[in-house]
């Protein structure tokens, strides 16, 4: 059977379209783009309208924790799979940060396994840079990026040693694979569980200073420089982060960048009720920091919006705000956000921001996702980018709730996503 995605608004960034067309897949791949009406579906073609919505790639979120194995109270690869189709997202990288963690052939075959049998969109295993995330010893990066992992990081436990990340980048310089350290020098964040400026002193809470996050960003993007492999630097929230990626990419160091939707969305100022859901590492900074993000979202050096979805029970985020787990579950919300703090005030285009969650992620985790080319495989959102709706968390298709945005009104919703041609997320209100 063929499928017809009729009269949408095609916008596929990896090949500069947007233009008003019929999208047909057929066998799981995209067949062709058409003008609107060039070719009439047969008797047997599914057809899907899809007049006065967008139709694009699904898109592809490079930074998620699905806790699975060993948090499955949290999240497993079922449910966050389930929220991520929900958000449209096609496709995700998983981080290690598992029980035991993803750092042996054994692990990425598990998780391998599960996403096949019980995950409904694709996944693609993040493995650990050091043995147990221990900061030690250097996993076995060649055999694990022959098992299918896309990048090495050991998530939320930087590597402080200079000399071990120096070894880690030559090592998985030579097999082309990507390495992520999480930003920050622990050293200078101490205890901090917010950003050091006037909201966390007002509110006598302890400080995260920019410089946290970089030094340690300038430190790898020297060790990158030198040692000519690629670094992606994730979840960055402060100008100077900004400017010196910026400075790096005009020099020629191979490095990528990401920001998340909560730091596009909130500045430090969300703070004043002690909100636990609000409380993420690194921290929400300022007004001027949001700003930098979004000018270099714009200009290109920040080359990818990704969820870092983190969910967490209700137990670890009712507590003091500096005891709570720092996170929040981002996946049912990501699109939405961007729409309605990036795209609605014109500050990006909507196929710039659709090409930081679709082709540039795709393309830095050398995956064949993220795009529309005729013989991909048929992975597309169709989504109503006017719509209007409130954020319900108890709606969630994740296990966990804990989001800063519930009852937030937001435009942006997705009606439909296919995953190699198969419907797995239909919006309750979509007649098609």
Not at 180 to 198: C, M, P, Q, W, Y
Not at 414 to 432: E, F, Q
């Amino acid at each position: 059977m063929r499928i017809l995605i009729k009269g949408g608004r095609i916008i596929d960034p990896s090949n500069n379209r947007d233009t008003t067309g019929d999208l047909w897949l057929e066998k799981g791949r995209v067949l062709e783009i058409t003008p609107p009406g060039a070719r009439a579906p047969e008797k047997r073609d599914q057809v899907i309208a899809a007049s006065g919505l967008v139709v694009a790639p699904g898109l592809v979120d490079m930074h998620v924790h699905l806790r699975e194995p060993g948090a499955e109270y949290k999240e497993t690869i079922a449910s966050g799979t389930r929220a991520a189709a929900a958000g449209g997202i096609t496709s995700l990288a998983c981080m290690p940060n598992t029980e035991p963690p993803i750092d042996n052939l054994a692990m990425v075959e598990l998780i391998l396994s599960k996403a096949k049998n019980q995950g409904l969109v694709n996944v693609f295993p993040i493995a650990c840079i050091t043995k147990g995330r221990a900061g030690r010893e250097l996993t076995e990066m060649g055999e694990l990026k022959a098992a299918g992992v896309v990048a090495v990081s050991d998530d939320g436990d930087p590597l402080s040693s200079p000399g071990l990340m120096r070894s880690a980048l030559q090592y998985a310089g030579m097999l082309d694979l990507l390495v992520i350290n999480h930003a920050e020098d622990k050293s200078l964040s101490g205890r901090g569980v917010a950003h050091a400026g006037f909201m966390a002193a007002k509110l006598g809470l302890a400080g995260v200073p920019r410089s946290a996050m970089e030094i340690m960003i300038a430190r790898d993007i020297i060790l990158a420089e030198e040692t000519g492999s690629r670094i992606h630097i994730p979840h960055v929230s402060t100008a100077g982060a900004v400017r010196m990626i910026r400075e790096a990419k005009a020099r020629g160091v191979k490095v990528t960048a990401e920001t998340a939707p909560h730091f596009l969305a909130l500045t430090d100022d969300c703070l004043s009720d002690y909100d636990t859901h609000v409380r993420v590492n690194p921290p929400v900074a300022e007004a001027v920091d949001q700003a930098a993000l979004i000018t270099g979202l714009s200009d290109g050096t920040l080359d990818v919006i990704a969820t870092d979805h983190a969910p967490h029970s209700s137990r670890e985020k009712e507590i003091e705000f500096a005891n709570a787990a720092p996170g929040i579950c981002g996946l049912e919300t990501m699109l939405s956000l961007v729409l309605t703090c990036l795209v609605a005030p014109k500050k990006l285009s909507l196929p710039e921001a659709l090409r930081c969650l679709t082709h540039n992620p795709g393309k830095i985790i050398q995956s064949s996702k993220g795009t529309l080319s005729p013989g991909a495989e048929a992975d597309v959102v169709i989504f109503d980018p006017a719509a209007e709706r409130i954020i319900q968390a108890s709606e969630f298709q994740s296990q966990s709730r804990n989001t800063p945005f519930d009852g937030w009104k937001v435009q942006g919703e997705v009606m439909a996503t296919l995953v190699a041609g198969r419907v797995v997320y239909r919006h309750a209100s979509w007649n098609n």
